[in-house]
């Protein structure tokens, strides 16, 4: 194991992180502060509870895991991305690397940013709304394994893309419309029958459920479902990983 | 001397069905400076690539130090500092981090020392906090080089090291590919420079086409290939060459007041003495000569144009 290498690419990543810190915390933040204005404010005075829990608190997990899938997706895209765009990845290329440790350096550190920013996000929410959570490892557990995942998710997405607008398009056309509609800001359980069985295709109501059970013990799935299907999402993205590496796939031609 | 790096039968076909490396067959020898000549397109960069582990192979093999580069990629590629052709720099981080940075991803412990000397030689420890994006092309092409120096490899590929780099750095380089060589590294150059390839190389190779058609050692690669031109100065100007010395080839200069005549060196004989016996049979008297040995470029060009 080539543990410095590990550690000079999680490290210089990071470094990116920090010279942009601010607006890596600020906006999201901001947009967190929106959405309970908007949604906790004007929503939540006409529905006042769901399953127990006023409207405000429901929607916190949502709004984490919103945050939490979406940077992690841009963090490592990007952080794969930009590299193969100037050229610098020859070093990466002809560095005595394995593919396992680039993966570990560059997902890890994406990984690492969005568990950050989920935290902040939760201690923002704090402000607005009493929080309680139930089972704290459980929601450390789904914070990182979701991170971790899209973190993945986010690198195939950076190694795929040949150009800037490809690296929007999956984020944009895939991953936001999944999550706004995987239970952010209503429980499965209020939909129609038949919407809710499309709703369960969704791959993103799983880990929204399990993350908000691990708050308030509500949810609209099991969580060992929940469990279940974020270790495999983690299981494909691994296995793309590994293919793309064992063939070179648009990073060696 | 035992080789270091050894290519037997590589080829590269890419992507596009486009053959860029031909059944490769290279050993370069420890602690030699090897300069890779050809015109553009001709596979250096391929070549290089293939070898560093940027590029997959097609088929062929490739062992650096005994290790395989593919099934024993990390003692192979661990023993290799690479200059790429292109400039690809991380344009907001400062000298020091990126030297810093190759340095951590060769697996190499920190050690600020040797980082600073090698910013050092190659002049840029004044500039060492500054961003990259604030260096000029010659000083990002040494912080190329720096990176590459950054994890004391034993061999060091050097793609064109010198392109817009100014004459006076240009010997400073080249100052510090010697230094290199002298602690004991193996050099692989790319240039389109011969007078660089004349000046630092012990030995040479001419690939064209995705093909080696030649390596030699600089001198004897001068030496069997080299023509040398005679120039001989006429006590009295003439106005042709007179037909019966219509055989050598010659060439009139000066104002008829010069003789010159292309020969081969490598050959059997020079006619050189027949040329002075069938001058003063037709009458030509000479006042001084002088041979010109021809340069490499002279070389290159030649035998590229062959193949
Ligand atoms: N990624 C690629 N895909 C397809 N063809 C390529 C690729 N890279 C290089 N080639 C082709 O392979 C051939 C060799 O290119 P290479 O860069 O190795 O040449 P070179 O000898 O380094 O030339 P130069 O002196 O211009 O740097 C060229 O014809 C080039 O067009
Ligand atoms: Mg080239």
Not at chain 2, 43 to 66: A, E, H, Q, Y
Not at chain 2, 251 to 265: Q, S
């Amino acid at each position: 194991m080539n543990w410095r290498a590990i550690q000079a690419i999680y490290l210089f990543e990071m470094a990116r992180t920090w010279r942009t810190l601010l607006q890596s915390i600020v906006s999201p933040v901001v947009s967190t502060s929106l959405y309970f204005v908007v949604f906790g404010a004007a929503i939540g005075s006409r529905i006042t509870e769901v399953e127990g829990v006023s409207y405000g608190t429901f929607i916190v997990p949502g709004l984490v895991m919103l945050s939490v899938l979406t940077q992690s997706i841009a963090n490592a895209s990007f952080g794969i991305y930009f590299p193969k765009f100037v050229g610098t990845i020859y070093e990466i290329l002809s560095a005595p690397v394995s593919y396992f440790e680039i993966v570990v350096g560059y997902v890890g550190a994406a990984a690492t940013k969005s568990i950050i920013l989920g935290l902040i996000i939760l201690a923002t929410a704090g402000l607005f709304v009493p929080l309680h959570i139930h089972h704290p490892w459980w929601m450390l557990t789904f914070l990182v394994l979701t991170a971790v995942t899209f973190s993945l998710f986010g690198f195939i997405i950076g190694i795929w893309a040949d150009g800037f607008e490809k690296l929007q398009m999956i984020p944009m056309l895939v991953v936001t419309p999944l999550t706004f509609l995987g239970g952010s800001f209503y429980s499965v359980n209020m939909l129609p029958s038949g919407w809710r069985t499309i709703t369960l295709l969704n791959p993103v109501v799983y880990l929204i459920s399990g993350f908000r059970w691990s708050f308030y013990e509500i949810a609209d799935v099991s969580v060992a479902l929940s469990l279940g299907m974020t270790l495999g999402f983690l299981a494909a993205c691994m296995a793309m990983v590994w293919w793309i590496f064992r063939t070179g796939y648009r990073l060696k031609n | 001397m035992s080789s270091v790096i050894s290519v037997s039968n590589l080829s590269k076909v890419y992507g596009s069905g486009f053959k860029a490396l031909n059944n490769i067959n290279l050993d370069i020898k420890r602690g030699e400076i090897f300069a890779l000549l050809g015109p553009n397109g001709a596979g250096k960069t391929t070549l290089i690539g293939t070898i560093c582990g940027i590029v997959n192979p097609t088929s062929g093999s490739v062992t650096v130090g005994g290790h395989d580069i593919i099934s024993d990629f990390r003692a192979a590629r661990a023993m290799i500092g690479l200059v790429p052709q292109e400039l690809h720099t991380d344009s907001f981080e400062t000298v020091w981090n990126t030297v810093s940075f190759s340095r951590g991803l060769f697996g190499k412990p920190k050690n600020p020392a040797h980082i600073e000397k090698v910013l050092k030689d190659l002049s840029l420890w004044d500039k060492k906090d500054s961003q990259i994006i604030t260096l000029s092309g010659g000083m990002k092409r040494r912080v190329m080089i720096a990176k590459a120096l950054s994890h004391e490899p034993q061999i060091l590929f050097l793609d064109e090291p010198t392109a817009g780099v100014d004459v006076e750095l240009r010997k400073g380089m080249w100052e510090v590919v010697r230094t290199l060589q002298q602690a004991g590294v193996t050099i692989i150059l790319t240039t389109h420079y011969i007078e660089e390839a004349e000046e630092m190389a012990d030995r040479i190779g001419v690939i064209t086409k995705g093909e080696i058609i030649l390596v030699e050692d600089k001198a004897g690669l001068m030496q069997q290939l080299g023509k040398k031109r005679l120039t001989l100065q006429l006590q009295h100007k003439v106005d042709a060459i007179p037909p019966a010395l219509a055989p050598y080839n010659l060439h009139l200069a000066d104002g008829g007041r010069e003789i010159t005549y292309d020969y081969d060196t490598k050959g059997e004989r020079t006619g050189i003495t027949s040329l002075l016996s069938d001058l003063r049979n037709a009458g030509i008297r000479i006042s001084d000569l002088d041979t010109e040995q021809s340069s490499l470029e002279d070389i290159f060009v030649s035998l590229v144009r062959k193949s």
